[in-house]
């Protein structure tokens, strides 16, 4: 596709459950971001990946998030034994160079915690 | 810690009307300043502003940077009703382990009335 995929678009889980959330980038980008949006907020930064250089993990909450990266292609976040606050849309986003600003984001995904 | 401030938080307006959406941060090591549009989903991106006192134009928004008061300001002109949506600001910082990382404010609610 043109754009930044993922998925799923919404996800109820239950309180103590593992969620897995994926992001399939722009074909040719190199950097790919995870962030966090919580009603009403802006946009918290949780991760960022630049090619094969280590992932820059300054904004993950808690050692319950982890996010991996295949390569320049796919991403998934991982939220283990998810609370009630991990709530949320989690917005991925992939630009051309490591260096310069996510300008394309994906649709989201919205987390439900119960 | 990297900190960016958007004002007002939200705004009530009738079409037609000129708003002015303001933007300040506290950053180490600044590259430039990003504004985005998001209605429902994804942010869209509006602009990028690197040099100070240099306007950027899109039809009826146009965008400035002040790099002395750290600050950034959004105009929209003759508002119209499909300019409803959350004004995001972002400042991106370079330094320590990653270039890339975008610090995003909370956000102004633009809400456009006919």
């Known amino acids: 596709g043109a754009g930044v995929s993922q998925s799923p678009s919404n996800k109820v889980t239950e309180k103590g459950k593992d969620v897995e959330l994926r992001c399939d980038p722009i074909?040719?980008?190199?950097?790919l971001y995870w962030y966090r949006q919580r009603l009403g907020q802006g946009l918290e930064f949780l991760i960022y990946?630049?090619?094969?250089?280590?992932?820059?993990k300054s904004g993950l909450p808690s050692d319950r998030f982890s996010a991996e990266r295949t390569g320049e292609s796919v991403s998934t976040l991982t939220i283990q034994r998810t609370q009630q606050e991990d709530s949320a849309v989690y917005l991925c986003?992939?630009?051309?160079?490591?260096?310069?600003?996510?300008?394309?984001f994906g649709n989201g995904t919205r987390l439900t915690v119960t | 810690e990297d900190k960016v401030v958007q004002s007002p938080l939200s705004l009530v307006v009738h079409e037609g009307d000129t708003v002015t959406l303001n933007c300040s941060y506290e950053v180490t090591n600044f590259r430039s300043l990003l504004w985005y549009k998001q209605e429902k989903k994804a942010p869209t991106f509006l602009f990028m502003l690197?040099?100070?006192?240099i306007e950027k134009k899109s039809g009826r928004l146009s965008s400035i940077l002040d790099k002395k008061e750290l600050s950034s300001i959004l105009n929209i002109t003759a508002t119209q009703t499909g300019d409803s949506a959350i004004y995001l600001c972002?400042?991106?910082?370079?330094?320590?382990?990653?270039?890339?990382?975008?610090?995003f404010g909370q956000g102004t609610i633009l809400t456009v009335h006919p």
């Open positions: 690197t040099s100070s006192g």
């Open positions: 972002a400042v991106l910082s370079a330094g320590g382990t990653s270039y890339g990382k975008l610090t």
């Open positions: 074909s040719g980008h190199t950097a």
């Open positions: 986003a992939s630009s051309l160079a490591g260096g310069g600003p996510p300008l394309h």
């Open positions: 990946f630049q090619g094969n250089s280590a992932p820059d």
